[in-house]
Structures are given as structure tokens and as C-alpha cells.
Nanobody, 118 residues
Framework: QVQPVESGGGLVQAGGSLRLSCAAS????????MGWYRQCPGKEREMVAV???????VYADSVKGRFTISRDNAKNTVYLQMNSLKPEDTAMYYC????????????WGQGTQVTVSS
């Protein structure tokens, strides 16, 4: 059973930075795409960034140039470096692992809250 565990959220002022971490156990981490998603109250969950097994990254337009996703296969960990944070980045951030049986991101962590004050 895959269980991603996020950490690193918190309260930061606009323009500041945070780095989120996600440790994933129960999978052969190196061959699985990983992703970061976020959700605001009353809104649907949206993709922030995903990274393939060979380190190809895709970003939402709203975070391009500000956020960087990376992975350390030796530590079974994926990171999200968030710079130049804006109040609209405030959300619950979730880590997701690819499920080959679902052909989709289907194993989710509990989330970590990011709050950006203006």
C-alpha cells in the first residue's frame, strides 16, 4: 500500500519561499511518476507539478517559473520548491503517486497546508 507523507507547509509572507517534501513508501519509487496537487476550499483539486521517472517535469501555468519539482530516488522523496509565493498559492498541497493499475495518480497523502499572507 503506497502511502505518501507530506511535510514542509506553513505560513509565509507574499514573496517568500517554502519547500515541500513527500516521502513515499510501498512502491518502487524510481519508476513511478510523482505529482503535487493543491486544493482551496470550495474548489476542485488542481495539478501543480508532476515529474516522470526520468525527471521530466510539467507545471501548471500559474506556477511556471516560480515552483520547481524534483525527486531523490535514493530517499524515495519528491520535493516542491516554491518561490515568489503569492496569496493565491494558499491551499492544501497534496502529494500523489502514480498508480499503474489505474493509469492515474491514485495514491494520495494527507496534505500539508500552505498559507501565504499579503
Amino acid at each position: 500500500q503506497v502511502q505518501p507523507v507530506e511535510s514542509g507547509g506553513g505560513l509565509v509572507q507574499a514573496g517568500g519561499s517554502l519547500r515541500l517534501s513527500c516521502a513515499a513508501s510501498g512502491i518502487i519509487f524510481s519508476i513511478n511518476p510523482m505529482g503535487w496537487y493543491r486544493q482551496c476550499p470550495g474548489k476542485e483539486r488542481e495539478m501543480v507539478a508532476v515529474i516522470s521517472s526520468n525527471d521530466r517535469a510539467v507545471y501548471a501555468d500559474s506556477v511556471k517559473g516560480r515552483f520547481t519539482i524534483s525527486r531523490d530516488n535514493a530517499k524515495n522523496t519528491v520535493y516542491l520548491q516554491m518561490n515568489s509565493l503569492k496569496p493565491e498559492d494558499t491551499a492544501m498541497y497534496y502529494c500523489a503517486a502514480w498508480r499503474s493499475d489505474l493509469k492515474a495518480f491514485g495514491s494520495w497523502g494527507q496534505g500539508t497546508q500552505v498559507t501565504v499572507s499579503s
